[in-house]
Structures are given as structure tokens and as C-alpha cells.
Nanobody
Framework: QVQLVETGGGLVQPGGSLRLSCKTSGITFSLYKMTWYRQGPEKQREAVAWIENDGRTNYADAVMGRFRISRDNARSSAHLQMNNLTPEDTATYYC????????????WGQGTQVTVSS
């Protein structure tokens, strides 16, 4: 059974930091591209950062220079370090795992809420 479990969300003041984690099980983690998505109030879900299975990373313009994605293949986990948070970062953050190694496989976590407010 595949599971993706996000942790680390919460309430933080503007300018603060949070570190999200996505712990996976049931997949060969090293074969998967990991992406963090977010969906704010009345907004569409958007990809904010992703890391390929070879370690290459990419970021949405809105978070470039403030967020950092990483992966730990030994622990089958991905992380999102978020710095200098603003109220516009308020959203539910979702972890996604995708591979085309042996056909397409795509899995989602349940999400973790991030609220940036004073």
C-alpha cells in the first residue's frame, strides 16, 4: 500500500520559516520525481517545487529564492524548507510522487495546512 504523509505545517508569522516533510512508503522512492503542490483559498492547485530522481530541482517563480526542496532517498522522504513566508503562501501543501519507470504511477499525500498570519 502506497502512502505519502506530509508533516510540518502550521501557523507562522510573516517572515518566518517552516519545514515540510513528506514520508513515503510502498514505493521505490529513488525512482520517483517528488513535487510539492499547494492550493490556497479559492485558488487552483499549483506546483511550487520539484526534484527529479537525479536530484535536479526547479521552483515556481513565486517561491524562487525562498523555498528549497530536498530529498533523502535513504529515508524515502522529501522536504520543503520555506523561508521568508508571506500571507500569499497560505495554502494546503501536498506532496506528489510520480514515475514513468515502468508505466505511469502518480500518488498524492493528504496535505498539510500552512497559514502565514500575524
Amino acid at each position: 500500500q502506497v502512502q505519502l504523509v506530509e508533516t510540518g505545517g502550521g501557523l507562522v508569522q510573516p517572515g518566518g520559516s517552516l519545514r515540510l516533510s513528506c514520508k513515503t512508503s510502498g514505493i521505490t522512492f529513488s525512482l520517483y520525481k517528488m513535487t510539492w503542490y499547494r492550493q490556497g483559498p479559492e485558488k487552483q492547485r499549483e506546483a511550487v517545487a520539484w526534484i527529479e530522481n537525479d536530484g535536479r530541482t526547479n521552483y515556481a517563480d513565486a517561491v524562487m529564492g525562498r523555498f528549497r526542496i530536498s530529498r533523502d532517498n535513504a529515508r524515502s522522504s522529501a522536504h520543503l524548507q520555506m523561508n521568508n513566508l508571506t500571507p500569499e503562501d497560505t495554502a494546503t501543501y501536498y506532496c506528489n510522487a510520480e514515475t514513468t519507470y515502468d508505466g505511469l504511477a502518480n500518488y498524492w499525500g493528504q496535505g498539510t495546512q500552512v497559514t502565514v498570519s500575524s
